[in-house]
T-cell receptor, first 113, second 114 residues
Framework: DSGVTQTPKHLITATGQRVTLRCSPR?????VYWYQQSLDQGLQFLIQYYNGEERAKGNILERFSAQQFPDLHSELNLSSLELGDSALYFC????????????FGEGSRLTVL | GNSVTQMEGPVTLSEEAFLTINCTYTATGYPSLFWYVQYPGEGLQLLLKATKADDKGSNKGFEATYRKETTSFHLEKGSVQVSDSAVYFC?????????????FGAGTTVTVRA
């Protein structure tokens, strides 16, 4: 158990819909990362927050947004969903910014029909 | 930018065989290097790391040495078990840079048969 909690574990929805994925980092970790894992594109970095502020952005679509709240949990919002958004979305956390030691949750599997 | 390239899989081995997964990197400066492992149905977890040239990371019988001259960080295990079946990711992170994200390779799927 990494200490990172993601909900929901599985989600099935239709094209055009909007979903919210939630992540609770390990106790004491200030940094939260979101990654998308798909069969054709591997593990893609989406976005990183540190203590409530956005610190790095990767290949995140404009239809996606995220935030980190004062209690340090984070949410990833995916809107106008397309079939190609079907993937496993991982949240990870770390104590500080410049570490490569990330602790990953078990992921949220999104299926868009 | 910073990136890693790892050998494509899948790799299928018999138990007790020797495993090598190649990883090379491109980066300016002095990155830290990592191997992560993803067991079936789970999230990624850190397997080992090395923060400077000639460092050797090791864990669970796996080893990798940070080779600056060849920009490589190959993962090795002398005798694999069925329980080592997983996807292995090489990654790098440049400490102190503005590029905060961890860059992962494409992953190598390893299957160990009894």
């Amino acid at each position: 158990d990494s200490g990172v909690t993601q909900t929901p574990k599985h989600l099935i929805t239709a094209t055009g819909q909007r979903v919210t994925l939630r992540c609770s980092p390990r106790s004491g970790d200030l940094s939260v990362y979101w990654y998308q894992q798909s069969l054709d594109q591997g593990l893609q970095f989406l976005i990183q927050y540190y203590n409530g502020e956005e610190r790095a952005k990767g290949n995140i679509l404009e239809r996606f947004s995220a935030q980190q709240f004062p209690d340090l949990h984070s949410e990833l919002n995916l809107s106008s969903l397309e079939l190609g958004d079907s993937a496993l979305y991982f949240c990870a956390s770390s104590v500080d910014l410049n570490t490569g030691e990330l602790f990953f949750g078990e992921g949220s599997r999104l299926t868009v029909l | 930018g910073n990136s890693v390239t790892q050998m494509e899989g899948p790799v299928t081995l018999s138990e007790e065989a020797f495993l090598t997964i190649n990883c090379t990197y491109t980066a300016t400066g002095y990155p830290s290097l990592f191997w992560y492992v993803q067991y079936p149905g789970e999230g990624l977890q850190l397997l080992l790391k090395a923060t400077k040239a000639d460092d050797k990371g090791s864990n669970k019988g796996f080893e990798a040495t940070y080779r600056k001259e060849t920009t490589s960080f190959h993962l090795e295990k002398g005798s694999v078990q069925v329980s080592d079946s997983a996807v292995y990711f090489c990654a790098l992170n440049r400490l102190g840079s503005n590029d905060y994200k961890l860059s992962f390779g494409a992953g190598t799927t390893v299957t160990v048969r009894a």
